[in-house]
T-cell receptor
Framework: DSGVTQTPKHLITATGQRVTLRCSPRSGDLSVYWYQQSLDQGLQFLIQYYNGEERAKGNILERFSAQQFPDLHSELNLSSLELGDSALYFC?????????????FGPGTRLTVT | GQQLNQSPQSMFIQEGEDVSMNCTSSSIFNTWLWYKQEPGEGPVLLIALYKAGELTSNGRLTAQFGITRKDSFLNISASIPSDVGIYFCAGQLRKSGGGADGLTFGKGTHLIIQP
């Protein structure tokens, strides 16, 4: 158990809908990262927040957004969902921001868009 | 963006054999990491490497940060059934002005242990 929690574990929704994925980092960690894992693209970095502020952006679609709240939990919002958004979404956390801080991954949320 | 080439894609080995896998990149990274993922779970950090040339062990696992900063390898000695899973390499690059980009992952090596 990494100490990172994600809810829900599974989510099934229809095209065009909007969903929110939630992540609670390990105790003491200030950074949260979101990743998408799909069969064709593999594991891809989406976005990072550190202590409530956006710090790095990867291959995140404009239909997707995220935020980190004062209690440090983070939410990833996915809107106007398409079939291709079906994937595993992972949250990872680390103590700080930078190359010397190891990232620990949560169990993921499996999103199925029908 | 940066891409990591991880090989082999899959490995079929006998229990007790040693395993070797590697990752190469066309550009440098400041940090190399190795993760293992099992079905239905998130990636689990195995080894983190921070310095070119660094060789680090974690039990039966040994990994090295290539001297050119563009490659890394992971060795597993005397494999056991619980080593089955997908192994991912990941690189991270420092950003100018502080902080770092997110991790860039390889496509993974599927390790399968034959009875």
């Amino acid at each position: 158990d990494s100490g990172v929690t994600q809810t829900p574990k599974h989510l099934i929704t229809a095209t065009g809908q909007r969903v929110t994925l939630r992540c609670s980092p390990r105790s003491g960690d200030l950074s949260v990262y979101w990743y998408q894992q799909s069969l064709d693209q593999g594991l891809q970095f989406l976005i990072q927040y550190y202590n409530g502020e956006e710090r790095a952006k990867g291959n995140i679609l404009e239909r997707f957004s995220a935020q980190q709240f004062p209690d440090l939990h983070s939410e990833l919002n996915l809107s106007s969902l398409e079939l291709g958004d079906s994937a595993l979404y992972f949250c990872a956390s680390s103590v700080g921001t930078g190359v010397y801080y190891e990232q620990y991954f949560g169990p993921g949320t499996r999103l199925t868009v029908t | 963006g940066q891409q990591l080439n991880q090989s082999p894609q899959s490995m079929f080995i006998q229990e007790g054999e040693d395993v070797s896998m590697n990752c190469t990149s066309s550009s440098i990274f400041n940090t190399w990491l190795w993760y293992k993922q099992e079905p239905g779970e998130g990636p689990v950090l195995l080894i983190a490497l921070y310095k070119a040339g660094e060789l680090t062990s974690n039990g039966r696992l040994t990994a090295q940060f290539g001297i050119t900063r563009k490659d890394s390898f992971l060795n597993i000695s005397a494999s056991i059934p619980s080593d089955v899973g997908i192994y991912f390499c990941a690189g991270q690059l420092r950003k100018s002005g502080g902080g770092a980009d997110g991790l860039t992952f390889g496509k993974g090596t599927h390790l399968i242990i034959q009875p």
